[in-house]
C-alpha cells in the first residue's frame, strides 16, 4: 500500500536552531517525492519536490531510496517558517495517478 | 493570473442528502483533483481528471463522483451523505504537460453533515 508518515506531529524550535521534519513513504516503484506547506490563513503550496534537487526558503530535502525517507532541513529556522508541513507523493495505483500526503507535522519556531 | 476558486466556502446538509462542490482552475490549467482533508489529518486523494475523464481514484466509495468541463473547472458530488463525510474539500488544478507535479490549491469548501 503507498502511505507516507510524519512521526511528529508538533515540532517546536527556537529560532536559530536547525529543524528536521521527518517523512518515510512506502511506494513499490520510483514515486515523486514533496513537500507541502500550509502558513497561518493562506492555502497549501508547494514548498519543495525531490526532482528539483533546489533549495527554497533555505529548506532541503534529500530522497534516500534506501531508507524510504525524505526529511525536510534547515540549518537556521526562523519565525516565519511555522507552518503546517505535509510530506506527499505522486506515483500510480490501481486506479491510475494518485497523490498520498502524510498526516503533517506543525513546526513552530519560537523567539 | 487568477487561481483556484472554491463555492460555496462553507455549508451544512443532513445525513443522507447529496452535495456538490464547485471548483475553477487556475488559467492554463487542465488537469484538476479533489481531496478530503478531515480535522487534524492530511489531504486525502479523492479522484483527478483530465480532459473531462477521471484518470486516478484514491480509496474513496463511488458514491464520491465527480464531472469536469470543457474549460477545466470541475463539481464533486457526494451522495447519501454520512456524519464521516463532515470535512474540508480541497480542489487543485495543475498543468499535466508540464510535468512538475506541482499542485495549486483553493481554500477549500468546509461540510459539516448533521
Known amino acids: 500500500a503507498q502511505r507516507v508518515t510524519q512521526p511528529e506531529k508538533l515540532l517546536s524550535v527556537f529560532k536559530g536552531a536547525p529543524v528536521e521534519l521527518k517523512c518515510n513513504y512506502s511506494y513499490s516503484g520510483s514515486p515523486e517525492l514533496f513537500w507541502y506547506v500550509q502558513y497561518s490563513r493562506q492555502r497549501l503550496q508547494l514548498l519543495l519536490r525531490h526532482i528539483s534537487r533546489e533549495s527554497i526558503k533555505g529548506f532541503t530535502a534529500d530522497l534516500n531510496k534506501g531508507e524510504t525517507s525524505f526529511h525536510l532541513k534547515k540549518p537556521f529556522a526562523q519565525e516565519e517558517d511555522s507552518a503546517m508541513y505535509y510530506c506527499?507523493?505522486?506515483?500510480?495505483?490501481?486506479?491510475?495517478?494518485?497523490?498520498?500526503f502524510g498526516p503533517g507535522t506543525r513546526l513552530s519556531v519560537l523567539p | 493570473e487568477t487561481g483556484v476558486t472554491q463555492s460555496p466556502t462553507h455549508l451544512i446538509k443532513t445525513r443522507g442528502q447529496q452535495v456538490t462542490l464547485r471548483c475553477s482552475s487556475q488559467?492554463?490549467?487542465?488537469?484538476v483533483s479533489w481531496y478530503q482533508q478531515a480535522l487534524g489529518q492530511g489531504p486525502q486523494f479523492i479522484f483527478q481528471y483530465y480532459r473531462e475523464e477521471e484518470n486516478g481514484r484514491g480509496n474513496f466509495p463511488p458514491r464520491f463522483s465527480g464531472l469536469q468541463f470543457p474549460n477545466y473547472s470541475s463539481e464533486l458530488n457526494v451522495n447519501a451523505l454520512e456524519l464521516d463525510d463532515s470535512a474540508l474539500y480541497l480542489c487543485?488544478?495543475?498543468?499535466?504537460?508540464?510535468?512538475?507535479?506541482?499542485?495549486?490549491f483553493g481554500e477549500g469548501s468546509r461540510l459539516t453533515v448533521l
Open positions: 506527499a507523493l505522486s506515483g500510480f495505483g490501481n486506479y491510475g495517478q494518485n497523490f498520498v
Open positions: 487543485a488544478s495543475s498543468q499535466r504537460l508540464a510535468n512538475t507535479g506541482e499542485l495549486f
Open positions: 488559467s492554463g490549467h487542465n488537469t
